[in-house]
């Protein structure tokens, strides 16, 4: 009779294959309705919308809705940037994690913050000085423009449709379980608000937005820890060694503390199972450091500064805000398992986390401020969630709106207002999507798609744009042929990998033809490799043009002279 | 911009110098960056014990310092490229403009 059982059940299938965790929350009990949090979600809805109303009036060209007019400081961004990473599931997630398995947590957070430098040293200035709306101005700037930016539009719907389905279901999931709301309404009150921002207020209304949720989501968090910082004297030794000691207590289930007990409370102070094999734990750290590279919501955020020297501002205080976060969920996590799982009020009759474990943080906002805090950190994981797909969508309708639109279609002929209401369609369009797909797939296991995002961002987004920029013998069609590679090989092979070719599909356990966590090692190599071997073969005409626009297309990105025409208008 | 402009630059010792310098600089950063993470994947696939030990007599383990010196060590070598940027990177920039623009 341990009720440590099942908790510890439920943190394999947490930190199980794909440990692709967090970002998706699925599952538990519904909760009664929360007023509290409902009010303080209105008022939060409320004061974003005067924004929004606000915005939509300095909204008037296709600049203005994709970038803001490029008037957002390097401060703004930096922390509309760490907004658009800090979604609900990564708060919620990771803190969960922490409190199941402790270090193991801390591994995973850490793989999403060490892309954010190697963006800032290789490629972040450069992409303001080349780029206008979208990575594909980047991408094919010196390029044939329709088959570069079909890839791009492509690479961009694929990685925007998985993680706004995730984020989708999550919101449906997380907000009956916090608002004791119909999963189907949260899921339409979500697509309903997300689609009057980015209708309206484009660029301008979702970047703040997304810096609003990110000073709640930030400040919530640093209340919390400093709580339970404060519990110990602040004193990280006091806590761990208050958190191995209850771990150790679960682990006897009230009888006598045995040496293995202690074991397992002391397992919480180093690293589990989430690292199994080596080829796995290289491969996923490869997706998420790669992968950051490659989002297109968050390359689209280096448009909405005015300069090289503010997008390089903005990354740095991304990177300070998103590294803060991960510090504040691990004692997040931590005072879950001290305040949390000691306290009878939030277990239910078997020892487990009212509302499943990713209950974690928002229990522990209730043990430490009360039920008008329990309101506020709910009503922040909504707005968090509203945030991130606004940008998700904003990024998508770019894509379609002044890729495939305006460069494909129209050859770059097409006027501002045509090509501002091709986006605010496809901004409907994609909404009621999201809408449909958050409720087709609220009961599947779709653990797998922010992985899967973010493996596709790292094998086609990311080496076309690195190579691009880069190296000056790249041609198109090494760029579009090794992007396309890039892009198949990685949804093939996470279709055959365990966590969807088992845990969703179904199939027997260890049948998956695709042994692996995430294909990022081989899909990154594979387009990496096309790209250099296509075009070194390539000699034919066109080829000649990629490379003899090297030079110029490398002064631009080095120095930006040239940039600032492109961005003023 | 016109091919003049280009070629302009091109042969401005301004310009070579900041290309090599901030590729260098990128590049050694990077390298620096992935031995670090990777060296910490490593550890934690092969070295599981040591990261499990204790410190001292308490309870904290090496593993702690190791994975929060991870974390601060992204924000510091991130911090130690926008200072150089900023300053030298950008000197160098004003300049090539100033001679091109005039």
Redesign the interface.
Known sequence: MRPWGKIVLAAGAVMAPGAVLADVIQGGTRQPTNWTAIIMFAVFVVATLFITKWAASQTKSAADFYTAGGGITGFQNGLAIAGDYMSAASFLGISAAVMISGFDGLIYSIGFLVGWPILTFLLAEKLRNLGKFTFADVAAFRFAQTPVRLFAASGTLVVVAFYLIAQMVGAGSLIELLFGLDYWIAVVIVGALMMVYVLFGGMTATTWVQIIKACLLLGGASFMSFMVLWRYGFSPEAMFADAVRIKSELAAGGAEITPEDTAAGQSIMGPGSFIRDPISAISFGMALMFGTAGLPHILMRFFTVPSAREARKSVMWATTWIGYFYLLTFIIGFGAITLVLTNPGFLDSEGGLIGGNNMAAVHLAQAVGGNIFLGFISAVAFATILAVVAGLTLSGASAVGHDLYSTVIKKGEADSGAVLRVSRVTTLALGVLAVVLGIAFQNMNIAFMVSMAFAVAASANFPVLFMSVLWKDCTTWGAVSGGFVGLISSVALTVLSPSVWVDTLGNPAGSAPFPYTSPALFSMTAAFLTIWIVSRLDNGQRARIDRAGFPAQQVRSETGIGAAEASSH | ?D?D???R??ADPN?QA??SR?SG???M??IA??VV??G???L???Q??L????IGA????W??PL??G???F??L???I??RR??SEF?DL?DK??RE??K
Do not use: C, Q
């Not at chain 2, 990261?51 to 204790?54: G, K």
């Not at chain 2, 308490?58 to 383990?61: D, E, I, K, L």
């Open positions: 911009m091919h402009i280009v070629s630059i091109e310009y900041l290309r901030r600089f990128g590049w950063l990077t960056m992935l993470y990777y910490f994947v490593l934690v696939a092969f599981k014990d990261l499990a030990t204790p308490g309870v904290t383990t593993g702690m994975g929060f991870v974390i601060v992204t924000i070598i991130t911090a490229y926008v940027a900023n950008d920039n090539i403009r091109v623009l």
